[in-house]
């Protein structure tokens, strides 16, 4: 094989781009603070598969882009922990966790 | 030859995965539905990591983001959301503008990427990538490695002290 595939960087990048626009679509849109939530994780995961692709392909060896890939799954991980503990406050607190009417701290 | 067409069929045998489970995540009014199309989704960028020679990288996600992640956002959605009632509007009323913009971004980045030239390199992927992450992480990578492990607890406290009853 060696690097002749037919699949280059490019190609990788351009599902990364189309994964982080599905993903910013959802956190435009969506009522749910899950669901926004969960649009996020597809942005932080198309972050990362572009990484691995540099990684793969610009710097084989160093590797340096998929040691950033695995702190942001471990930034990700950290972050849906405190957000849904958010979540969890803000349903007891208003009895929803529909975004769009949760506006109290907006000016 | 049939080495690379048999790349390229898994590519866009996952790429039709990834997509089709990110729309399906982002679309679905039934919100468990969209857990577990992010949980597929999950599994197929977990494969394309596979593809991409990054073996260590496809089992954390396997772990962490399937395991723990998408559990958690099971357990969210199961704590908070009456499922029964998928009849209610699940988007909100900018959803057209929005699609305007992710559009724009879309054939922005098209655009960008479309003859750029990166710095490719030739040369085969490394095989044994697990054991020079590890070297990486305990030598190079010490300081990040420790600012992350001090976040994990930090989050965990702040999980437990947020969402604890006063």
Not at chain 1, 24 to 47: D, K, P, Q, Y
Not at chain 2, 52 to 76: D, H, P, R
Not at chain 2, 84 to 97: D, F, I, K, S
Request: proline share 2%.
């Amino acid at each position: 094989m060696a690097g002749q595939t037919a699949i280059g960087l490019n190609h990788y990048l351009m599902l990364s781009g189309i994964l982080f626009t599905i993903g910013m679509f959802g956190v435009l849109t969506r009522r749910n603070a899950i669901a926004v939530l969960m649009s996020t994780e597809l942005m932080f995961n198309a972050a990362n598969i572009a990484l691995v692709a540099f990684s793969r392909f610009v710097t084989p060896a160093a590797l340096t882009g998929q040691m950033i890939a695995m702190f942001i799954i471990v930034v990700a991980a950290a972050e849906a922990t405190v957000a849904l503990a958010i979540v969890l406050l803000i349903y007891r607190s208003f009895k929803g966790i529909n975004v769009d009417r949760i506006n109290f701290m907006k000016w | 030859m049939t080495d690379v067409s048999l790349t390229s069929v898994t590519f866009y045998i996952l790429s039709f995965c990834i997509i089709a489970g990110g729309i399906f995540t982002v679309s679905s009014r039934n919100l468990f539905h969209s857990a577990v199309f992010l949980v597929f989704t999950l599994f197929s960028v977990a494969g394309m990591f596979v593809m991409l020679n990054a073996y260590l990288l496809a089992a954390i996600q396997v772990l962490i983001y399937v395991g723990a992640v998408a559990m958690l956002m099971i357990f969210g959605v199961m704590l908070t959301t009456q499922l029964t009632n998928v009849r209610l509007r699940h988007v909100n009323e900018q959803a057209w503008p929005a699609l305007a913009v992710c559009g724009f971004f879309l054939a922005f980045i098209v655009y960008g990427l479309w003859d750029t030239p990166f710095q490719v390199v030739k040369a085969d992927a490394p095989v044994n990538t697990s054991h020079a992450l590890g070297t990486l992480l305990m030598t190079k990578y010490v300081l990040p490695f420790e600012v992350v492990s001090l976040l994990l607890l930090a989050a965990l406290v702040g999980a437990v002290v947020i969402a604890k009853k006063d």
